[in-house]
């Protein structure tokens, strides 16, 4: 199983441009999330899905769309990217509520945007 | 709202050290509780677990214990290794989301 995985891994955009983040997972997930990490900040949730089929936002959403495309895909698009955006971008999936709170959350490998 | 709140880093021990890392939480029902490690370059790991008062998770060395009375979850090794070095992120569930605390670098030195 390769678990969650993220492309690209690097990518840099000059401001205005727009991207979209991809993201999948193997696990059977119910529900899937975007953070950004940025230093200091530790890790704050921009969008997530808690099952297929729905969307919500999270604590820092402006600027971003997401798809849950499938159970397997979540992906973050940024129409018209600012420097602000320079972030590590990390996508998680969790199995989703558990007998006693959310099941733990596996991450993806990062990417790592830079916009000029 | 649920938040976390863990120690202001960065950290720096000596092989062999003891590791205190301190984590507490705010929460309107009974979450679970994380702790996640960081190495350079790579994506967060779960470390270990805890999902209901008076849980002790553990592994590699590293241990935790949820105290309601205290809102807490420490994390503590007894002898840290250079290869511990890394960052370290609290975190509970609550709701359909996940939170995090800003996490602390550890840095191990030989």
């Known amino acids: 199983n390769a678990g969650v995985t993220q492309t690209p891994k690097f990518q840099v955009l000059k401001t205005g441009q727009s991207m979209t983040l991809q993201c999948a997972q193997d696990?059977?997930?119910?529900?899937m999330y975007w953070y950004r990490q940025d230093p200091g900040m530790g890790l704050r949730l921009i969008y997530y899905s808690a099952s297929e089929g729905t969307t919500d936002k999270g604590e820092v959403p402006n600027g971003y769309n997401v798809s849950r495309l499938n159970k397997r895909e979540f992906s973050l698009r940024l129409e018209s990217a600012a420097p602000s955006q320079t972030s590590v971008y990390f996508c998680?999936?969790?199995?989703?509520?558990?007998?006693?709170?959310?099941?733990?959350?596996?991450f993806g490998p990062g990417t790592r945007l830079t916009v000029l | 709202g649920d938040s976390v709140t863990q120690m202001e880093g960065p950290v720096t021990l000596s092989e062999e050290a003891f590791l205190t890392i301190n984590c507490t939480y705010t929460a309107t029902g009974y979450p679970s509780l994380f702790w996640y490690v960081q190495y350079p370059g790579e994506g967060l790991q779960l470390l270990l677990k805890a999902t209901k008062a008076d849980d002790k998770g553990s592994n590699k060395g590293f241990e935790a214990t949820y105290r309601k009375e205290t809102t807490s979850f420490h994390l503590e090794k007894g002898s840290v290794q250079v290869s511990d070095s890394a960052v370290y992120f609290c975190?509970?569930?609550?709701?359909?989301?996940?939170?995090f605390g800003t996490g602390t670098s550890l840095t191990v030195i030989p």
């Open positions: 696990m059977n997930h119910n529900s």
């Open positions: 998680a999936s969790s199995e989703g509520w558990g007998g006693q709170g959310l099941n733990e959350q596996f």
């Open positions: 975190a509970l569930s609550g709701g359909n989301q996940f939170y």
